[in-house]
């Protein structure tokens, strides 16, 4: 998957298996210059973590891009979710989300 998404934006991913994992790097890198804008793809379970560390003043300027494979599970979350200022959109397939973080990527 982290090839095929590689592949389909042309940049190279990096990956992280928890939300909190992907904020530990934020915390460490926080203090960086010039550090460039970044997209996250994030799984429904993760998303909710990740999304309230960048929603803190002065976080990292990140889009997210929420996966969740079980529609029915997402139900009137996903609409609330996709509200959020930092989420890009939310898909609901793995080939809508790699379409989304491409197209993310391209309007960074």
């Not at 997209?39 to 003043?57: D, F, H, K």
Request: aromatic letters at 4%; a positive charge; charged letters at 25%.
């Amino acid at each position: 998957m982290k090839e095929q998404l590689e592949v389909a934006c042309g940049l190279a991913v990096k990956t992280h298996k928890t939300a909190e994992n992907c904020v530990r790097l934020f915390r460490k890198k926080q203090n960086a210059r010039g550090r460039p804008r970044c997209v996250i793809l994030a799984s429904w379970n993760n998303a909710p973590a990740l999304l309230e560390y960048l929603a803190e003043p002065g976080r990292a300027a990140a889009r997210v891009v929420v996966l969740c494979q079980e529609k029915r599970n997402c139900g009137a979350e996903a609409a609330r979710l996709a509200g959020c200022p930092n989420v890009a959109r939310v898909a609901f397939s793995w080939d809508e989300a790699v379409e989304a973080v491409c197209e993310a990527v391209a309007a960074n």
